[in-house]
């Protein structure tokens, strides 16, 4: 799978290489990043016309409580050996929804876009999504909006949490899971793991765990 991404790096424009790095702010040409650790110091937000693709065993970690906002698409592949991981550097007070910037971070929200292609997360595992600010209440890790066209394969969700719908993923639009496993997400209302909420959709998740 890495000579997959190998063989991708002729389309990205903007190739970084170190161990680790700090981001924060707009990705708007095609990006690669193949990093140990990936700290978020604050919001990220990848344009319509862009791609953010991200190396096996790179680790997106969260330093506070920030969120990455697609507009344009995520290639994000791990393989069984060597997976993607998201999480936040310090999950204390993540429990306490009375906190809401403390213990967690805001996950991914992907919002309509007019970009026909596709968001695919392979082998991946995310943790400490929490969706109880008052601007958003669902999706403890993923948020996604009018988009059709992003699906997850063999992924891990453990301890992701939202005050309304979703504790790891919200969704009204048709995605795919497949294989893949949650654990210890909670919502306080809806789908403690998943909802998809809308009319004339056609999501499928086979082959996934809930404990």
């Not at 997959?4 to 970084?16: D, Q, R, V």
């Not at 969260?62 to 393989?79: C, F, L, P």
Request: a negative charge; charged letters at 10%.
């Amino acid at each position: 799978m890495r000579l997959y991404f190998l063989g991708l790096l002729c389309i990205y424009s903007n190739w970084i290489i170190s161990q680790n790095i700090e981001f924060s702010g707009n990705i708007e040409t095609n990006t690669y990043w193949d990093f140990d650790t990936v700290w978020l110091t604050g919001n990220v937000v990848i344009s319509e016309n862009s791609v953010l693709g991200i190396a096996p065993g790179t680790h997106i970690v969260s330093k506070g409580y920030y969120r990455i906002d697609v507009y344009g698409n995520i290639m994000a592949i791990g393989n069984i050996s060597d997976s993607i991981v998201f999480t936040v550097e310090n999950p204390m007070n993540f429990s306490d929804t009375a906190l809401y910037e403390e213990g967690g971070w805001d996950g991914i929200h992907f919002y309509p876009s007019t970009s026909s292609s596709s968001s695919e997360f392979s082998y991946c595992r995310f943790s400490f999504g929490k969706a109880v600010s008052p601007d958003n209440l669902k999706g403890g890790m993923f948020l996604i909006n009018n988009r059709n066209n992003v699906s997850f394969f063999n992924c891990s969700f453990v301890n992701n949490l939202c005050l309304q719908s979703g504790g790891a993923i919200y969704s009204n639009s048709s995605n795919d899971i497949f294989n893949s496993l949650f654990m210890s997400n909670r919502s306080y209302h809806h789908g403690g793991g998943v909802s998809f909420e809308a009319a004339n959709i056609e999501p499928v998740v086979s082959g996934c765990r809930f404990f």
